[in-house]
């Protein structure tokens, strides 16, 4: 590994997102601790079926996933969303002057003589533009749906960063009533806990039964025997012990608790808490314009957005349980090359970067959605009917396919 002091400007920017021999992909490594400190339990996120997404290696080491990659994508792509403007009608985001701030009004709702909406953001869609959300709003789809097929059948990705920029910035597959282009993601994230124990816990929930008189608890249990009545334990009306997580597999093995069985305590982290960043290079000189100038323009525009996205300090609070801080040690940037070793890189300053994007965005805020009157057309409203459509059309796809 060699190290080079590199400072990146528009120059280096069009080098890496345009030159075919250049570097396959930027990689961040940091460490992160527990804010109890090393050694410390955290949780990790829990999946059906399964509890822990933990893997055992060969030599018995055992990594936990503390957070996925679509996780992380989740929590990077909001950083891009406005958060309001101060008394003087500035915006408190500078990160949201970036992107189109389009949101979907869900409904429209009044209590005690006062309207209220219920909005959701194009930045907080689990599917991004290819969300079911934004299948079932027509005035938006008028730009979504023309920029799949620009993307889809000409390989023009220009319609598409001008109105989800970040659909392609951490993937989108248009796979419900569209197109089925799919886009891999350019800013990959994930989060892994090195050399891990699992833990247990177990709990105890005294309610007021013991107290009731002998008359209150005979006519509860016979409520409790009618027909579809909720059981006392359920309703909080009797002790319940909280020890085992599921009843698949047996709870107890040769006369004691079976691991398997046990309510997951979280993971005691003997090794390192890493986050590793990809910002996939590759991936980035596959999308182009119309023409050479836009495909520079989109590129540049794009690995921008990433560097500020994978830049980010993003608040580590993950889920219960799971506390997260950056480590003191420096954050470790790689640039790595198609072959030979990669070469260590500083990148600047956010600042930098963010004036950098300020400029790479111009030729695409120009091109933001607008009405027929040349006005923003940032806000689109859900409609219930074709959202009925799409599980219509579902129904007669899986008819047709039996």
């Not at 891009?80 to 189109?100: I, M």
């Not at 480590?327 to 930098?352: C, F, L, S």
Request: glycine share 6%; net charge neutral; aromatic share 6%.
């Amino acid at each position: 590994m060699s190290t080079n002091d590199i400072t990146i400007t528009n120059e280096l920017l069009d080098q890496w997102a345009t030159n075919p021999n250049g570097p396959v992909a930027l990689h961040l490594k940091q460490k992160l601790l527990p804010v109890e400190g090393e050694g410390g339990v955290i949780f990790p996120p829990t999946y059906a079926d399964i509890g822990y997404n933990i893997d055992t290696l060969s030599d018995g080491t055992k990594v936990a996933t503390i957070d996925s990659v679509g996780s992380q994508a989740n929590r990077m792509e909001p950083m891009f969303k406005s958060t309001g403007k101060d008394d003087k009608g500035k915006e408190l985001n500078p990160l949201a002057a970036l992107v189109p701030q389009i949101e979907i009004i869900l409904s429209v709702k009044e209590k005690d003589g006062e309207k209220y909406e219920r909005r959701q953001s194009l930045l907080d869609l689990a599917h991004r533009s290819a969300d079911a959300v934004v299948k079932a709003t027509p005035e938006l789809r008028k730009f979504i749906d023309p920029a799949f097929v620009a993307l889809n059948r000409h390989g023009n990705a220009e319609p598409l960063c001008a109105v989800a920029p970040t659909s392609l910035l951490f993937g989108v597959w248009d796979s419900r009533d569209g197109t089925g282009e799919k886009r891999p993601r350019l800013v990959r994230s994930v989060i892994r806990a090195w050399d891990v124990d699992v833990l247990h816990s177990a709990a105890q929930f005294n309610s007021v039964w013991k107290v009731l008189g002998d008359e209150d608890q005979e006519a509860l249990k016979e409520e409790e025997k009618k027909k579809g009545k909720t059981k006392l334990s359920v309703a909080g009306l009797a002790d319940a012990p909280s020890t085992f997580r599921t009843d698949k597999v047996a709870q107890f093995v040769n006369g004691a608790p079976n691991p398997e069985a046990r309510v997951l305590g979280g993971v005691l982290t003997k090794g390192a808490i890493e986050r590793n960043v990809t910002i996939n290079l590759v991936a980035l000189r596959t999308l182009h314009g119309a023409n050479d100038k836009e495909t520079k323009q989109i590129r540049k525009y794009l690995l921008s957005l990433a560097l500020l996205a994978a830049t980010a300090e993003l608040d580590l609070f993950l889920r219960e349980g799971c506390l997260l801080r950056y480590a003191n040690d420096a954050d470790v940037w790689m640039q790595v090359p198609r072959r030979g070793e990669p070469i260590q890189v500083t990148v600047p300053a956010r600042d930098v970067l963010m004036g950098l994007a300020i400029e790479a965005v111009k030729p695409f805020a120009a091109k933001w959605p607008k009405d027929e009157k040349g006005q923003p057309a940032l806000e689109h409203k859900f409609d219930i009917k074709k959202a009925r459509e799409l599980l219509s059309k579902k129904a007669e796809e899986e008819a047709a396919a039996s």
